[in-house]
């Protein structure tokens, strides 16, 4: 079964505009971690922002921030004031806490995010 | 602090042929995991190791096996290299495999 949705392809926004990338995700584990990677052309993937399941509050770095809804199990990453380098593929990931997955993440397929001037 | 690098950035391989890629860790980190990408399958997890132990597999035919050092440093090794093996190779370190992994540059190699 998928563990990470990401229903968006592709997504478009002009320079200084917010955007919201959807992720849904499934674990039946109380404890996992919620990532969003960043990955430009050049294939390197960036780590963005990082969630716990356990966090009160939800994660911010800079322009990024994660929308965490528990009970919804969603983990939408909201950029604010978009750059022109924020052009680039989106990955939303989990990771959770049993033994025998540890160290997995396991990926969406992620959302295009075209940047206009 | 430096980060997560690969070695080769890019290879050119033939069917029949054996390849094997280098990963370093964060100093300090001690989990390694690889991950293969491509456009068709996405991110598919390979291995995690951790303490030279491998900890967790992905489900792939075993033509695929990698093995970690005692400085964390790790390798992966595809033997008898099919044309479906190209993609891109990502390793990611951790401290211990539970929380936030860093991403190298990759490997991308090319099966001909």
């Known amino acids: 079964a998928q563990k990470i949705t990401q229903t968006q392809p592709g997504m478009f926004v002009q320079e200084k505009e917010a955007v919201t990338l959807d992720c849904t995700y499934d674990?039946?584990?109380?404890?996992?971690?919620l990532f969003w990677y960043k990955q430009p052309s050049s294939g390197e993937m960036i780590f963005l922002i990082y969630q716990g399941s356990y966090d009160q509050q939800n994660a911010t770095e800079g322009r990024y921030s994660l929308n965490f809804q528990k009970a919804r199990k969603s983990a939408n990453l909201v950029i604010s004031a978009s750059q022109l380098g924020d052009s680039a593929m989106y990955f939303c990931a989990m990771i959770d806490d049993r033994g025998s997955t540890l160290g997995r993440l396991y990926f969406g397929r992620g959302t295009q995010l075209t940047v206009w001037p | 602090k430096a980060g997560v690098t690969q070695t080769p950035r890019y290879l050119i391989k033939t069917r029949g042929q054996q390849v094997t890629l280098s990963c370093s860790p964060i100093s300090g980190h001690r989990s390694v995991s690889w991950y293969q990408q491509t456009p068709g399958q996405g991110l598919q997890f390979l291995f995690e190791?951790?303490?030279?132990?491998?900890?967790n597999k992905g489900n792939f035919p075993g033509r695929f096996s990698g093995r970690q050092f005692s400085n964390s440093r790790s390798e992966m090794n595809v033997s008898t290299l099919e044309l479906g093996d190209s993609a891109l190779y990502l390793c990611?370190?951790?401290?211990?495999?539970?929380?936030?992994?860093?991403f190298g540059p990759g490997t991308r190699l090319t099966v001909t």
């Open positions: 674990t039946s584990d109380p404890s996992y971690g």
């Open positions: 990611a370190s951790s401290l211990d495999g539970g929380h936030e992994q860093y």
């Open positions: 190791y951790f303490s030279e132990t491998q900890r």
